[in-house]
């Protein structure tokens, strides 16, 4: 069967090459069940693997030929290796968390193969404290973050005695809805709609005036037209570096309730105490601050484009960080303010005019890398922090319960850190993914954001 790729999923796979493999990824860590033997980790093996009838999503790869008039389409696999797609790996000894890192920072770096469905998934054994881990990835043309991380939460359930899930790439008789799209799916959108489809976009009113005059002031908010030069906006190698840990969300939570500000802004301010201290020590922090595309959700009273949380559209922001700041206290105040300012620019917008709004900020980020002219165009933003709301609550897996949620996103040329948080169970789950050569030592990034939670904590008198 051969299906039409919509413009979004063709952007992503032009745009793909070996320095920039265009896949999400998440890394998952399981409790075995009780009573589990040490064969557990096969057992999950062959439960992921054997599956009946597998997914139509799942089965689907890109071709461009004659036939099709020299236009990539989907067409299905016919010699589909669930083999080759559902693997079982073991960590070398000590059996590290580091090891488990490494190993997912090898995968994540290595591209899809284009003549096979965009997609695999890695059991992994041999942790030292028993724990079980699974490594997905799965290319943005297929589906974005945040469907990633529905189809991952569809085989999940509260009761730790179920066994009958299925694994995500089962056909399953009531198919899941996918969500709609995030923030980088909006880029893609809202470069057509600024280009001239809707005539509303054309009009934008005085709101567009009002962001535009603060952005040549430099003063950011849904728009940025300034960033300065760093090491993360260069080109960047196919290697990757991740990290990632969690906190307590209450800690953040505290912290928000003593300042007047959300758990968002205190993500943020702790990754701009990290970013700050990560700059320093490479003697590469810029005077001015750096700048960062931070996706948001807005009231869905007012927009027609829900997320799949219900109630929210997407729309981004480009935030200032304060990484000029000596005080973690001004960070956050200064944080605060511009996500502030940024909600209120949206705020006066329809969903149309947001979607235009995301395309004029972001489309030199987009464009520079493709038209090659890196080092040529000065950057809108420095990097991207999203949060992405998970389960509240504990999660199993056929009895195995999880443990941590862990994000893996894209770094692109001119863009070689991406931060993703993911809320489960009472913590934040922060996935740093890097280029490995660009940011060197990426790891001591996850030491500053503890130590910045704690300077906010002290700032904030909690």
């Known amino acids: 069967m051969v299906n039409p790729i919509d413009p979004t999923a063709v952007a992503f796979l032009m745009a793909e090459n070996r320095r920039m493999p265009m896949h999400v990824g998440g890394l998952q860590l399981f409790r075995k069940p009780e009573g589990a033997g040490r064969s557990y980790a096969t057992e999950l093996y062959h439960q992921m693997r054997d599956v009946e009838t597998i997914a139509p999503l799942f089965l689907k790869h890109p071709k461009r030929s004659i036939r099709t008039g020299g236009q990539l389409v989907w067409v299905e696999d016919e010699q589909f290796d669930i083999e080759h797609h559902v693997r079982h790996s073991a960590l070398p000894k000590p059996g590290r968390v580091r090891e488990l890192l490494d190993l997912c920072s090898r995968l994540h770096g290595t591209r899809l193969a284009p003549e096979r469905p965009l997609w695999e998934a890695h059991v992994i054994e041999g942790l030292r404290d028993g724990r079980i881990a699974m490594y997905t990835k799965i290319h943005h043309a297929l589906v974005d973050g945040v469907s990633a991380m529905r189809l991952l939460q569809s085989v999940l359930s509260t009761d730790p005695d179920r066994r009958d899930m299925p694994a995500p790439w089962a056909l399953r008789p009531r198919a899941v809805q996918d969500p709609p799209a995030n ?190 002219m890196q080092g040529l165009v000065r950057p809108p933003y420095n990097l991207i922090i999203s949060n992405v709301p998970g389960p509240r609550t504990t999660h199993y897996l056929n009895g195995a319960q999880l443990l941590g949620t862990y994000p893996l996103s894209i770094p692109i040329d001119g863009m070689a850190l991406n931060i993703t948080c993911t809320s489960y169970d009472g913590h934040m789950c922060f996935g740093l993914t890097g280029c490995r050569r660009t940011l060197p030592h990426l790891q001591r990034l996850l030491s500053h954001l503890d130590d910045e939670l704690t300077a906010l904590e002290k700032a904030a008198g909690v």
């Not at 005085?206 to 260069?234: D, F, H």
């Not at 300042?259 to 968002?264: A, D, K, R």
């Not at 003697?283 to 869905?300: F, K, R, Y």
Request: neutral net charge.
């Open 183 to 372: 923030a980088d799916e909006v880029t893609t959108s809202a470069l057509r709609t600024a280009l001239g489809i809707s005539a509303e976009a054309v009009g934008l009113p005085g709101a567009m005036v009002r962001t535009l005059r603060k952005s040549v002031r430099n003063e950011t908010s849904a728009l940025s037209l300034y960033a300065p030069r760093t090491i993360l906006n260069q080109t960047i190698t196919g290697s990757r570096r991740f990290a990632a840990q969690d906190w307590p969300i209450e800690r953040m939570r505290a912290i928000g309730k003593a300042t007047g500000t959300t758990i968002n802004d205190v993500v943020l301010a702790m990754c701009s105490g990290a970013m700050r201290t990560y700059l320093s020590e490479l003697d590469a922090l810029p005077d001015s601050t750096l700048v960062s595309m931070v996706p948001v959700g807005l009231n869905a009273k007012q927009s027609q484009l829900a997320s799949a949380d219900g109630g929210n559209a997407v729309g981004s922001i480009m935030v200032k960080l304060g990484t000029d700041l000596d005080d973690p206290a001004d960070r956050l105040s200064a944080v605060h303010t511009s996500m502030r300012d940024g909600k209120e620019a949206l705020s006066s917008m329809t969903p149309v005019q947001i979607l235009a709004m995301s395309a004029l900020g972001q489309a030199p980020a987009i464009l520079t890398p493709l038209l090659r």
